[in-house]
């Protein structure tokens, strides 16, 4: 059996632009019909939860484009950008069986060329919550390089997992804001067989760390489990989860309304999202869950 082709690399700004319509124009020709593109943007590092954007957006879409740039913007001083995982071999290999069309790996200087872009999209106050109050500035980052992104790219669909479900609320947030021309994807978290997120950085998890993470769907497995009862049940039996993994270190606990990513009523019905956060042995995961309150 031969080994399928790994998916042509671009580097370059205009030389995406140019594949892309070059890609978009052999689409029309063959079908009449308009060529959908979908972009998914990816920090690298790719696990299976990627490959489920990339899979979905090769559902929805003629042409696949998948991103792979460590956006320094969205790394605080105190964060080590240095230490994010670098694995491109891995992840073109990781691309390959997946009919991936093209992958646009720039540097920063070509994202960048004058430095760090005095120009940003402004999260807003959801941005500061949550996620954002842990990392001030993060979501400035995330916004900024996702519209550039977009606007390099020019898309017709844009793939994001739920799993950073502020993330998505944010992009959603400003293409309705931007009136920008790109349909938002969202696709449902991806798990390991132990209920845990797939996430880059669950590589830094060790036996012992690896099995106090199973705090996190703990957690949202009992919010699930009493959501009938309402608010107050859902956070104390969610917390509840904690006190079995001690080094497992909880930073937030929330329930938000979907439609506003703001924190739900004491008397709230209907759909709702748990938003969980904790430190585990010096590794910062998130997940979160959909559950229906009363």
Known sequence: MSTPDAPRVVREIAALRGAIATLR???????????????????????????????????????????????PLQFAPSEDLDRYPRTMDADLAALAPEG????????????????????????????????????????????????KLLHIAGPDLVMFGRKDAQQCFLVMRMVADLDLPVEVVPVETVREADGLALSSRNRYLDGDARAAARALPDALEAAREVAGSGLAEVLAEAAGAFGDHEAAVLDYLVVVDPATFLPVDDDHRGPARVLVAADVAGTRLIDNAEIVLG
């Open 100 to 147: 991936v069309d093209l992958v646009f790996a720039p540097g920063v200087d070509d994202m960048y060329p004058h430095g760090p872009s005095e120009t940003r999209v402004v999260a807003g106050p959801i941005g500061d919550r949550y996620e954002g109050a842990a990392r001030p500035g993060h979501f400035d980052g995330v916004l900024t390089v996702v519209a």
């Open 25 to 71: 124009e052999r689409g029309a020709d063959a079908s009449g019909d308009r060529t959908r593109v979908a972009l998914v943007p990816t920090m690298g590092a790719l696990h299976d939860g990627h490959l489920a954007l990339v899979r979905r957006a090769r559902e929805l879409a003629d042409v696949v484009v998948v991103s792979i740039f460590v956006n």
